[in-house]
């Protein structure tokens, strides 16, 4: 499942996760059910993300997402233009210092800021980018 991506790679204008996976769809041949079960992603969910009743704001898991591109043939999308697509950036790799600095912090907390420390970051990976003052 370990396909390189071309990170670059723009989301045409204006394509949202629905228009995506439809040229997606198209470009392969694929069907939804032989994509989702390619990806791992439960058919409802990708169905849903097709009709646009599902994966319209921040909420998507970002584990399908990147199981749906390490799914297609190398070139088909890209990380970026799929968590694009969604509204969101792509997140980062969370290097094994930094990982056991914030486990450190967050065992010195009482059990109240740990909630909130988790409730905060939570409310943080929904938030765009831009609005956070990242690039």
Do not use: C, H
Request: glycine share 10%; charged share 25%; aromatic share 4%.
């Amino acid at each position: 499942m370990d396909n390189p991506v071309d990170i670059d790679t723009e989301v045409p204008r204006g394509e949202d996760l629905a228009a995506l996976l439809q040229r997606v769809l198209t470009d392969t041949g694929m069907t939804q059910k032989e994509l989702a079960a390619k990806a791992g992603v439960p058919y409802t969910t990708l169905n849903g993300w097709v009709r646009r009743t599902r994966g319209t704001g921040g909420g998507v898991n970002t584990d399908y997402l990147r199981a749906l591109v390490a799914a297609l043939p190398v070139g088909i999308t890209s990380v970026k233009e799929i968590f694009e697509a969604v509204g969101r950036s792509v997140p980062g790799d969370l290097d094994t210092e930094r990982r056991e600095k914030l486990l450190r912090i967050y065992d010195d907390l009482p059990t109240e800021s740990q909630r909130a420390l988790v409730d905060m970051a939570v409310a943080l990976g929904r938030t765009p980018r831009a609005a956070r003052g990242g690039a």
